[in-house]
């Protein structure tokens, strides 16, 4: 079992920064691929980074050399650092844990929502 709750969104214009985090509640010894995904109405959910096994990080195209994801030592809270943020980046982010097997074979982009692990969701609105 696992409890994610993400924080830190709201509005902000084009161009500029947020940070969101996120707090991990989950049993000693479970492992999953944990990361952040986003969400628009009308689409899938679509992964945003991961950390991937042995710590690397992996990104989506759209957001590498503008997003980054980070964890403290103790992996209890999580942290998406976004920069010179496009409204196409608007959208309900959620941080999530889904299956080392999906982080291992880059399906972590397009990930299985019923079988993952989710926080509420947070919003974040990029503004003209």
């Known amino acids: 079992q696992v409890q994610l709750a993400e924080s830190g969104g709201g509005s902000v214009q084009a161009g500029g920064s947020l940070k969101l985090s996120c707090t991990i509640h989950?049993?000693?010894?479970?492992?999953?691929?944990m990361g952040w995904f986003r969400q628009t109405p009308g689409k899938e959910r679509e992964g945003v980074g991961v950390f991937r096994s042995g710590g690397s990080t992996d990104y989506a195209d759209s957001v590498k050399g503008r997003f980054t994801i980070s964890r403290d030592k103790s992996e209890t809270s999580m942290f998406l650092e976004m920069n010179s943020l496009k409204l196409e980046d608007a959208g309900t982010y959620y941080c999530?844990?889904?299956?080392?097997?999906?982080?291992?074979?880059?399906?972590?982009?397009?990930?299985?929502?019923?079988?993952?692990?989710w926080g509420q969701g947070t919003q974040v609105t990029v503004a003209s």
């Open positions: 999530g844990a889904i299956s080392l097997r999906e982080c291992a074979s880059g399906s972590w982009r397009l990930p299985d929502v019923d079988r993952g692990y």
């Open positions: 989950k049993n000693a010894g479970e492992n999953f691929c």
